[in-house]
């Protein structure tokens, strides 16, 4: 938990590149292989993940959590998979699956706990991590999970517990950037400046220098801002974020043309981002360019929409999944038939109606769903029938 991804105040893509898959049972020599155990399946699931290839990757979970319903890594795969489209409540019942079986099984159990917060069920959050921390009270991430927690519910009680963490253990420095965040939602800007200069001395992070960035921005020093930010770019070119603020804080400056160019920076790193489109616009606008304005507002309005849509579509999709998981088929198709008319270019809906048809007897209409997912998403094979 504090030696990988980015520094986010809740700790923690490219199309698959198979051909097409057929869609009858006999696979010809060269086609890819759908993985009929839930092992194979999961294995397959994050090596699509690892390829930026999510969709399919979630469709896979899903078959490998009915597959194998007891196995607590497919559960906690399926949960993470499932927080990230917003599916909090089905993400929290998989890490609840996970930990019936390995209660042990310390990162469901943090996964549980920030996914809780996340759906606004902050106070059992808490509790939960309380009672980690009450069974090692001298482990320093436990009160690190309980620090994430409480961040969101008692700012003091999460400073004061991540101060905790910084006793145990000095060096964490996702506690101490943790820590800085917690200062600057309570307007305690020195001290967040303080507190992210020692985690630089500590780890020096593109996060650490990204908040630090919006920390002087905020505080009207400009000149500091871009100079942080500019840093945190030169130490992750990829950093979609410092590069979306950096243009934010050149359009604040009316440098029209170094703002355009860093937002388009931030739209190829992350295409999907409303406001990055947002921001390009009024930037343009600004520069007396009204038609690529326009065009951008209209993207920005888009990209809500579609985001919208996929989220209340992934939402029906997990309802369904399990709902097919606990054997009522019929009524799944009816879940996954709601999710593909919220948007039908859901491919993990079209990819579970095939499982659900398929053990409903419907081999015709389940070879049509999965050629449907397949088309929308390649990684998606289907599995033989019967599975």
Known sequence: M???GRLTPVVLLVMSTLPSPRVDAQA???DPVHPSSGRAAYARARQLDAEGNDSAALALLWYASGAAPHDPDIQNALGEALARIGALDAAIDAYSRALAERPEFRKAA???ILTLVKAGRGEEAVARARALVASAPQDADRHFTLG????EQDVDAAIATFMRVLQLDPGHALARYNLALVLKRADRLPEAVETLTRALEIEPRPEALYTLGVIYWQ???TDAALRTLRSAIAADARYADAQYTLGAVLAARKDW????DALRRAIALRPGTPGAHDTLARVLL???DAAASAAEFAEAARLRRRAARQQEAGVWTA??????EIGNAAGAVDQFRRAIAVWEEYAPAHYQMGLALQKLGDREASRSAFARAAQLNPGLVPPPPGR
Not at 148 to 151: H, P, R, V
Not at 319 to 324: A, F, K
């Open 148 to 151: 994430l927690a409480e961040s």
């Open 286 to 288: 600004q520069s007396g």
């Open 28 to 30: 010809a020599p060269g």
């Open 319 to 324: 309802v369904g999944s399990r709902t097919l």
């Open 110 to 112: 943090n996964n549980r």
């Open 257 to 260: 043309a170094g703002a355009a």
């Open 2 to 4: 504090r030696r990988s």
């Open 219 to 221: 505080q009207g020093d």
